[in-house]
């Protein structure tokens, strides 16, 4: 049963200035020699070292929480879990509002009900979109595609019966999917999709623009119809936004309409891209990682270059140093304490580290690190009153706020 807790933990704040940033939900299942494990779900306390900020348990039970919605009427949130689960909270109870656990495979880490939204004129046709991938035969190496979905919501719960599939695209590994989408209004979305999978971009997705694998599609959707908006065909070239991204787990926009990408790395250097969401950006993945070309992939001393004309950096670069392993996004903070608002809030799975990136007067970004959960972070979502919560791989979800 999914319980709120109202206990208190004490965290540490550092206020470090980064300059080059650091990728775990990402790692490969094919790799070999990187020293990669995945960690078995366990659920350690909210204990970073610091008296500036507050850590306390939000909602527990889940088993990878992976996104926060407010729901369009009524006052509640609506929580997406990766075992393909969607729980209401109005601040008081929990209830089930949605079971897709017979459309999902959970045969990688990585796979699962992986984002969610509600429709643009939700109150007047009340459906939510939703991304998944696809059952399997988890005893061979069967690989499933990435679906998006829609579903109608009736009484307050997604009617199962009325799903219907909009786009299919076929994967060819078990990881990197990506599988975010978020609502930019007027019946239009984004949705993000990982590079298919495998070490070293091993096909090509990053720079073959026929391909929606290492993408952000840009899609309208209305009515049970669901098209392109950039030419007519509905090819995957058509809905491609942007391109050259390896896994990006999440992303949002800003209210200036930046869009602030998290996308995660390979065996040294994790991201932040940044750019107007609908400027067309090619990303270099898999030509160029972070601000370097992408050659030796264990080579972590690559200098750092200058991009092609037609390809774009991140605005913030860190390394796997100190425990990092692969950034997990992100929301835009325009909202929650004063301190944090301005900046993109983000984390490292393997670290437990949350960071805030911030543009300065001078327009430079600059990545200050907030603190150290001691957790597993798979992302961080809005609660109901505005609390900043942070999604953990063992199923609970912290809130951070800053102590007074």
Known sequence: ?????????????????IAPLSGCIGQEEEDTGNGFE?????????????????????LSGFTTPTNSLHH???????????????????????????????????????????????????????????TYIGTANCETKEVTNLFLAVGDVVNGTLDEGSIQTLREIEQTYRNHNGGHIHALGNNTYLWSVGDGGGSNDPLGHGQNDTSALGTIQH????????????????????????????NP?????????RLWIADVGQNCFEEINMIPVLQASNFGWSEREANREFNDPNDCTQPPSEPPEDMTDPVVVYTHEEGRCSITGGLYMDWGPEPWQGGFMY??????????????????????????????????????????????????????????
């Open 249 to 257: 787990w999440k992303f949002d926009v800003d209210q200036q309409q």
């Open 38 to 58: 995945w960690e078995n779900r366990s659920q350690p306390d909210c204990n970073p070292l610091d008296i500036n900020i507050t850590c306390k348990e939000y």
């Open 72 to 130: 369009p009427v009524d006052d509640e949130v609506w929580f997406s879990d990766l075992n393909g689960r969607i729980t209401a909270y109005d601040g008081q109870t929990t209830r089930l509002v949605g079971n897709i656990s017979n459309l999902i495979s959970n045969c990688h880490t990585e796979a699962g009900l992986l984002g969610f939204t509600f429709v643009s004129n939700y109150e007047q046709n009340p459906q939510i979109l939703f």
């Open 1 to 17: 049963m999914i319980r709120r807790n109202h206990g208190v933990c004490l965290l540490l704040i550092l206020l470090v200035a």
């Open 219 to 246: 899609f309208h959707y209305l009515n049970g119809t669901v098209s392109p908006l950039h030419n007519a065909t509905a090819t995957d070239q058509d809905y491609t936004l942007h391109r050259g991204l390896r």
């Open 347 to 404: 984390g490292d799975f393997c670290s437990g580290d949350v960071f805030i990136t911030q543009e300065g007067s001078d327009g430079a970004f600059q990545a200050v690190h907030l603190v150290d959960t001691d957790n597993l972070l798979v992302g961080f979502g809005r609660g109901l009153n505005d609390e900043l919560l942070i999604f953990t791989w063992g199923g609970t979800i912290y809130e951070l706020d800053i102590y007074s």
